[in-house]
């Protein structure tokens, strides 16, 4: 993930948490999404949560 890219809410939580900007730039989108929920308390997101945020998105789904 580009740290200069990332929406401000985001990259704020992320660094609170005590991320890096290199940390960051390291992290996959998903990463970043469980970081920033864990920063807002929703903690123990499963693989099915992220599925659930793509079907809401309207993705495709691997079969």
């Known amino acids: ?24 730039t390291a992290m996959s989108p998903e990463e970043a999404f469980c970081e920033y929920c864990a920063y807002h308390g929703i903690m123990n997101l499963l693989p099915t949560t992220l599925q659930m945020l793509d079907r809401l998105r309207g993705e495709p789904q691997p079969q």
Do not use: E, F, Q, V
């Not at 580009?2 to 939580?13: I, S, V, W």
């Open 1 to 24: 993930m580009n740290a200069r890219n990332m929406d401000a809410a985001c990259l704020r939580a992320l660094r609170r948490r005590g991320h890096s900007d290199a940390s960051i």
